[in-house]
C-alpha cells in the first residue's frame, strides 16, 4: 500500500514563504514521480508541480513558475515544495500524489495524501 502524508501548510502573509512535505512510504520514494495539486474552495483540484522520480525532470504550472520550487530527498523518502512570494489566490488546500511517471494530468495519480491547508493573507 502506498502512502502519502502532506506536512508544512498554515497561514502566512501575501509575500513569504512555506514550505510543504510529503513522507512518501518506501516503496513509493525513489519508484515514482511526484506531483502537487491544489483546491481551492468551490473550485477544481489544479496542477501546481511535479517531479520525476530520480528529480532529474519537472514541470510547474504557469501560475506558479518562478515562485515555487519543487525538489526531493529519497534517502528520506520526502518530496518537498518551497513556495516563495504567496499571493492570496494560492490559498488552497494542497495535495501530494504518487504514479509511475511524471505528469500533470491530475486523472492518472494513482495514491494520493489527504491534504495540507495553506492560507495567504493579504
Known amino acids: 500500500q502506498v502512502q502519502l502524508v502532506e506536512s508544512g501548510g498554515g497561514l502566512v502573509q501575501a509575500g513569504g514563504p512555506l514550505r510543504l512535505s510529503c513522507a512518501t512510504s518506501?516503496?513509493?520514494?525513489?519508484?515514482?514521480?511526484v506531483g502537487w495539486f491544489r483546491q481551492a474552495p468551490g473550485k477544481d483540484r489544479d496542477f501546481v508541480a511535479t517531479i520525476s522520480w530520480n528529480g532529474g525532470l519537472t514541470s510547474y504550472a504557469d501560475s506558479v513558475k518562478g515562485r515555487f520550487t519543487i525538489s526531493r530527498d529519497n534517502a528520506k523518502n520526502t518530496v518537498y515544495l518551497q513556495m516563495n512570494s504567496l499571493k492570496p489566490e494560492d490559498t488552497a488546500i494542497y495535495y501530494c500524489?504518487?504514479?509511475?511517471?511524471?505528469?500533470?494530468?491530475?486523472?492518472?495519480?494513482?495514491?494520493w495524501g489527504q491534504g495540507t491547508q495553506v492560507t495567504v493573507s493579504s
Open positions: 518506501r516503496r513509493t520514494g525513489g519508484r515514482h514521480a
Open positions: 500524489a504518487a504514479k509511475l511517471t511524471i505528469g500533470a494530468d491530475t486523472t492518472r495519480y494513482e495514491y
